[in-house]
T-cell receptor
Framework: ETGVTQTPRHLVMGMTNKKSLKCEQH?????MYWYKQSAKKPLELMFVYSLEERVENNSVPSRFSPECPNSSHLFLHLHTLQPEDSALYLCASSQDPGGWADTQYFGPGTRLTVL | AQTVTQSQPEMSVQEAETVTLSCTYDTSESDYYLFWYKQPPSRQMILVIRQEAYKQQNATENRFSVNFQKAAKSFSLKISDSQLGDAAMYFCAYRSAQSGGSNYKLTFGKGTLLTVNP
């Protein structure tokens, strides 16, 4: 595997389910990000981890719970979601968050549908 | 707070022709970075080109080039010799270069859907 991978690619869940999204980066980067992409809206930054420490928690509801066990893996735990949470969830990673040469590399996303 | 505006929700171009996608942004900062990302139907977001605000020279990457007008806060993307594989959603993004704070944060526009006609 190369770059940034995400599993599953598609997920359908009921409002009472608990599920997790997984992201893995194979680039040796130090930072990982979760974004939400909804139709006709700009990408919304949800969480940022730098060296496994959360540095951004962008007023995201507590039904989304991130976990970063190491610099290569990032999870997004989901529980009691709402239909408006249906969206494409993108993971990204970068080498030097905030550095002049820093560039974020994205995964293919997980298409989440909440029924 | 910074904002990024892409005023063209959709654009189309004939294969082999040239197309320009518009992006404007609002910021009070003098030092920042600008990016164009491409998201094909497969959904993987790919970096197309980046520009440092302190550089007057416009960035180029093969068939992709930008027209960066700092005073006008404009950052358009020109795609020359368009190919079918260029069909995608294109996002313009801004990142602050100020030390400290949330300078890792990308602010995106809503995107422009580019169709390439054979």
């Amino acid at each position: 595997e190369t770059g940034v991978t995400q599993t599953p690619r598609h997920l359908v869940m009921g409002m009472t389910n608990k599920k997790s999204l997984k992201c893995e980066q194979h680039l040796g980067h130090n930072a990982m990000y979760w974004y939400k992409q909804s139709a006709k809206k700009p990408l919304e930054l949800m969480f940022v981890y730098s060296l496994e420490e959360r540095v951004e928690n962008n007023s995201v509801p507590s039904r989304f719970s991130p976990e970063c066990p190491n610099s290569s893996h990032l999870f997004l735990h989901l529980h009691t979601l709402q239909p408006e949470d249906s969206a494409l969830y993108l993971c990204a990673s970068s080498q030097d968050p905030g550095g002049w040469a820093d560039t974020q590399y994205f995964g293919p996303g997980t298409r989440l549908t909440v029924l | 707070a910074q904002t990024v505006t892409q005023s063209q929700p959709e654009m189309s171009v004939q294969e082999a022709e040239t197309v320009t996608l518009s992006c404007t942004y609002d910021t009070s900062e003098s030092d920042y970075y600008l990016f164009w990302y491409k998201q094909p139907p497969s959904r993987q977001m790919i970096l197309v080109i980046r520009q440092e605000a302190y550089k007057q020279q416009n960035a180029t990457e093969n068939r992709f080039s930008v027209n960066f007008q700092k005073a006008a806060k404009s950052f358009s993307l020109k795609i020359s010799d368009s190919q079918l594989g260029d069909a995608a959603m294109y996002f313009c993004a801004y990142r602050s270069a100020q030390s400290g704070g949330s300078n890792y944060k990308l602010t995106f526009g809503k995107g422009t859907l580019l169709t390439v006609n054979p």
